[in-house]
């Protein structure tokens, strides 16, 4: 059976209350539409369908495999379904219908959902139990424990109805059955098609429905910042984890934000506030230190970064180097045996094997119009307060003085000294 998934992404989010597309607000880093198309090409899913409204047009979708419809209107669910029609032309098969602010959707239920088609069912629905109050729509079974209908919140209150069983929105429906989508008619109360309407359509039809439970936290819903920062707390409590399991040692848990593409090597030991940001490789025996933020780089084994160390993009920190206390990298390639130990800035630079580079050091490598390269050797000592001025090559077991500005090249096994005149007078009495 051929399987394509239908990705509805064309809520305005307005309760977002924010500029950015609600499918493109990120969770541990990685944007809750990429959550739901990860979770797909897990599955095996190779073809899916996004629906965006056309605010969100322009959202960039660069996969092989994925094409984008626009809902120009915001008519609801069954009219974004609707869209995808006249893309799965002479489709045959399973199809599976997810939601980008949901975004924690699994494999593992996707292939459920799947599973349950080949079976000869013709529609599958997700839920979940809960029993105390809340806003979740509801799925009504009828008499042989088949569900046949499910309501919205606003239509079960007037209702009255009482039910356990909320709706998790996920569905699978096989592609015969997507002419009777032209059968759902607009709500009176939202003035809007709900595709939840297909359920009752196709039970009156005789269709075979079928009902997966799910936990809840699988298909929680994000609608607010409020929604967004309870699903980066599930996601962070995951991924750390997860960490944790495969041997990092995390000093305190709560305090480390780990971003869902962080790999981590063995005896890893973060300590606690700290951020990893995207891209990030820890080999193993590296310690991180309070309040340091990694980002974008690759951190080689037995390195020391921090307390309070920034590693920007692009950077490679070698072997057994130490990167100390309010240090910033920035697209550098930093040897093995390094010290970078205090208050120093180093970006652009190639730094050689078991250089020290002293306390207040700065490159600067940007002239107002262009970013230059400083280059350093092995063995190589900066003094402290040191202003290194790109673009500059300095040699190898060179001894720079303390105190000095360099705009030179510095030839191997030199010691150099770039500092102004000290010049002292004696005050004059004051009478």
Same mark, same amino acid.
């Given at each position: 059976?051929?399987?394509?998934?239908?990705?509805?992404?064309?809520?305005?989010?307005?309760?977002?209350?924010?500029?950015?597309?609600?499918?493109?607000?990120?969770?541990?880093?990685?944007?809750?539409?990429?959550?739901?198309?990860?979770?797909?090409?897990?599955?095996?899913?190779?073809?899916?369908?996004?629906?965006?409204?056309?605010?969100?047009?322009?959202?960039?979708?660069?996969?092989?495999?994925?094409?984008?419809?626009?809902?120009?209107?915001?008519?609801?669910?069954?009219?974004?379904?609707?869209?995808?029609?006249?893309?799965?032309?002479?489709?045959?098969?399973?199809?599976?219908?997810?939601?980008?602010?949901?975004?924690?959707?699994?494999?593992?239920?996707?292939?459920?959902?799947?599973?349950?088609?080949?079976?000869?069912?013709?529609?599958?629905?997700?839920?979940?139990?809960?029993?105390?109050?809340?806003?979740?729509?509801?799925?009504?079974?009828?008499?042989?424990?088949?569900?046949?209908?499910?309501?919205?919140?606003?239509?079960?209150?007037?209702?009255?109805?009482?039910?356990?069983?909320?709706?998790?929105?996920?569905?699978?429906?096989?592609?015969?059955?997507?002419?009777?989508?032209?059968?759902?008619?607009?709500?009176?109360?939202?003035?809007?098609?709900?595709?939840?309407?297909?359920?009752?359509?196709?039970?009156?039809?005789?269709?075979?429905?079928?009902?997966?439970?799910?936990?809840?936290?699988?298909?929680?819903?994000?609608?607010?910042?409020?929604?967004?920062?309870?699903?980066?707390?599930?996601?962070?409590?995951?991924?750390?984890?997860?960490?944790?399991?495969?041997?990092?040692?995390?000093?305190?848990?709560?305090?480390?934000?780990?971003?869902?593409?962080?790999?981590?090597?063995?005896?890893?030991?973060?300590q606690a506030n700290v951020v990893f940001g995207s891209n990030v490789i820890i080999e193993s025996?590296?310690?991180?230190?309070?309040?340091?933020? $990694?980002?974008?780089?690759?951190?080689?084994?037995? @390195?020391? %970064? /921090?307390?309070?160390?920034? +590693?920007?993009? =692009? *950077? !490679?920190?070698?072997?057994?180097?130490?990167?100390?206390?309010?240090?910033?990298?920035?697209?550098?390639?930093?040897?093995?045996?390094?010290? $970078?130990?205090?208050?120093?800035?180093?970006?652009? @630079?190639? %730094? /050689?094997?078991?250089?020290? +580079?002293?306390? =207040? *050091? !700065?490159?600067?490598?940007?002239?107002?119009?262009?970013?230059?390269?400083?280059?350093?050797?092995?063995?190589?000592?900066?003094?402290?307060?040191?202003?290194?001025?790109?673009?500059?090559?300095?040699?190898?077991?060179?001894?720079?003085?303390?105190?000095?500005?360099?705009?030179?090249?510095?030839?191997?096994?030199?010691?150099?000294?770039?500092?102004?005149?000290?010049?002292?007078?004696?005050?004059?009495?004051?009478?």
């Amino acid at each position: 059976m051929d399987i394509c998934s239908i990705i509805l992404s064309a809520g305005k989010g307005s309760r977002m209350l924010s500029s950015t597309p609600k499918p493109l607000h990120t969770i541990s880093g990685k944007t809750m539409l990429q959550w739901v198309i990860d979770a797909n090409k897990s599955a095996g899913i190779k073809k899916s369908i996004i629906i965006v409204s056309k605010e969100f047009d322009k959202i960039d979708i660069n996969y092989k495999n994925i094409v984008k419809a626009i809902q120009k209107k915001p008519l609801g669910t069954g009219d974004a379904v609707k869209l995808a029609i006249p893309l799965l032309k002479n489709f045959k098969g399973a199809i599976l219908v997810c939601f980008a602010d949901t975004p924690f959707i699994t494999p593992k239920t996707l292939k459920k959902i799947v599973k349950s088609l080949n079976n000869g069912n013709e529609l599958v629905l997700t839920g979940f139990k809960k029993n105390d109050k809340n806003k979740y729509g509801k799925i009504i079974f009828d008499n042989n424990n088949k569900p046949y209908k499910i309501l919205e919140y606003k239509d079960y209150k007037r209702n009255k109805v009482d039910s356990v069983f909320c709706n998790g929105g996920i569905m699978g429906i096989h592609s015969s059955c997507l002419k009777h989508l032209n059968k759902i008619k607009k709500n009176s109360f939202q003035d809007e098609y709900y595709l939840t309407d297909i359920v009752k359509i196709l039970s009156i039809e005789n269709k075979n429905i079928s009902f997966i439970e799910i936990a809840e936290e699988e298909i929680i819903g994000i609608n607010t910042q409020l929604d967004l920062s309870i699903a980066e707390s599930i996601s962070q409590n995951s991924i750390r984890n997860k960490a944790m399991i495969n041997g990092v040692k995390l000093i305190d848990p709560n305090s480390t934000f780990i971003n869902y593409d962080t790999k981590f090597g063995k005896d890893v030991i973060v300590q606690a506030n700290v951020v990893f940001g995207s891209n990030v490789i820890i080999e193993s025996f590296v310690e991180i230190k309070s309040f340091s933020y $990694i980002e974008e780089c690759r951190i080689k084994k037995g @390195s020391i %970064i /921090g307390p309070f160390a920034r +590693i920007r993009g =692009g *950077t !490679i920190i070698g072997e057994k180097s130490r990167v100390g206390n309010f240090v910033e990298i920035k697209k550098s390639n930093i040897s093995n045996k390094v010290k $970078i130990n205090h208050l120093s800035y180093v970006g652009d @630079s190639e %730094i /050689g094997f078991s250089t020290n +580079i002293g306390a =207040g *050091t !700065i490159t600067c490598n940007y002239d107002g119009k262009n970013k230059n390269k400083t280059t350093i050797g092995k063995n190589t000592f900066v003094g402290s307060n040191s202003t290194i001025i790109a673009p500059i090559k300095i040699g190898d077991n060179v001894t720079m003085g303390a105190g000095s500005v360099f705009n030179k090249n510095i030839p191997n096994n030199n010691l150099s000294i770039g500092r102004a005149y000290q010049i002292n007078k004696k005050k004059n009495k004051i009478k």
